[in-house]
């Protein structure tokens, strides 16, 4: 399949004539073609015009016509075979087992959706018969049902250039509720996410479903974010990425006119605490487990485990020496791009600058414009933590802050003070569980995602996950980025009052054999 570079709307190419970007291999330092149109904002009104004019259609159609459509995105992308991992490895340097596991977890999420839309549940149909006879009032009938908010926009992640990105989990939900997709492709794989868009369009026509249900808008700018946060017609955003990027989209959509939910992933330190029985019964496993889920990826995870709480003795000493070695051992890795390298580079050596912090390795140079790093720990003490806010918050890549506490209290109060997360874990014995009781509490109002035992890289895709957490980690607590209850970020609760049987829409009549539509 062709790569062109341009933007791709109501199913054709847009043939835009400005600025351009390419794509840069971050192994090599080559420069991919082709050239790559930036987006503008007349492209953003184009694409959310004909979202717009499809809307009530897609929307509409058959629950079954629905989850064809995400089943036939999957097969699409399966068709692409290696041309899709080819490129999507030489934009991002990804390893291709890696990308074959995306690639099949993308696939997979749009089959879990559609089944959602089968199963029909996600509309949440709650039917309260009337009572003309009730006194002192009559009771009214009163049904509920939840509709698609819109066209979404959704912006592909660094990160994962499938599973969440233009066909990602973003897509795949928000397709599934009905509503229109205007995907903004990452910068950094430009050619992954025009296969991508390609595989949509081509489902989208064997399915025999409206061409603006979807379009893809690239730019390396940040006009095109801008645009379609602002844009009236745009009714939601999804965006994974950093803080400073979803708080920016965040702002534009809150001080428009009619202000629009934003549902952000902007990332996570995912504090482990390392309780004092386990630690002395399991350090050595502790450390191995800790030291390959940091470099996994080459950190370049938003559950990457980046903050660690510990209580200072010889347990602890050991612990970090071993994790010290194994990551001593560690090869470079690649990361994704040379920005996400800079700012990795530059925020360890911000941090190990702070008074009160040791580092333990360094982030290594880059050699042939490959964007190259290896693991660092940085080790600090709780008050030297307490004083520097900047030591809670995250580092993109494999590092990590390990907090020496002089005693219980002081562990327990890093727990309180810790700001929103995705997850949380907890290594402990059930006499750690009884010493420190009070920390699974303290911690559920901290993180989405609770973990014993275990780390949390690796979000299973399924009906339970919580990919999610309170602010910073993303905008919105409420909702989940991953698993089947993603879907109700982009749907809207509607009652109908004491309407006839044969004016009620579909599912909401007294019978609930109704189809789900």
Known sequence: MRITGRQLID????????????????????????????????????????AERDFDT??????????????????????????????????????????????????????LFAQVVRDGDYRGIRIDP??????????????????????VAVFGASNFPLAFSVAGGDTASALAAGCPVLAKGHPAHPG???????????????????????????GSSHQVGASLAVHPLVRALAFTGSLKGGRALFNLAAARNEPIPVFAEMGSSNPQFLLPEALRERGGEIAAGFAEALTLGVGQFCTNPGLLFALAGSDLEAFVAQVSAILGEKPGGVMLHRGIRETFVSNVSRRSRIAGVRSIGEVGEAGGGACLVTPVLLRTDFASFHKARELSEEIFGPAAVLVECADREALVT??????????????GTAGDFSAFSELPGILEGKAGRLICNGFPTGVEVSPAMVHGGPYPATTDSRFTSVGTAAIQRFLRPVCYQNFPPGFLPDGLGNSTESHPG
């Open 58 to 111: 897609f929307r509409n159609a058959p629950a079954e016509r629905r989850a064809v459509l995400l089943e036939t995105i999957g097969e699409e992308l399966l068709a692409l075979g290696d041309e899709l991992l080819d490129r999507a490895g030489a934009e991002t340097g990804l390893p291709r087992p890696r990308l074959e596991g995306e690639r099949l977890r993308t696939v997979n999420q749009l089959r």
């Open 192 to 218: 992954t996410s025009e296969l991508a868009a390609r595989a949509i369009i081509a489902a989208l026509r064997r399915c025999d479903l409206p061409a603006g249900v979807f379009a893809l808008i690239q």
């Open 11 to 50: 199913g054709e190419e847009q043939v835009s004539r400005g600025e351009t970007f390419q794509a840069v291999n971050p192994a090599t330092g080559e420069t991919l073609e082709p050239l790559f149109c930036e987006g503008m904002a007349r492209d953003v009104d184009h694409a959310a015009k004909v």
């Open 414 to 427: 890093a727990a309180r003070r810790l700001r929103g997360q995705l997850t949380a874990t907890l290594h």
């Open 130 to 151: 009337g009572d003309p006879a009730r006194t002192p009032l009559p009771k009214p009938d009163l049904r509920l049902r939840y509709l698609p908010l819109g066209p």
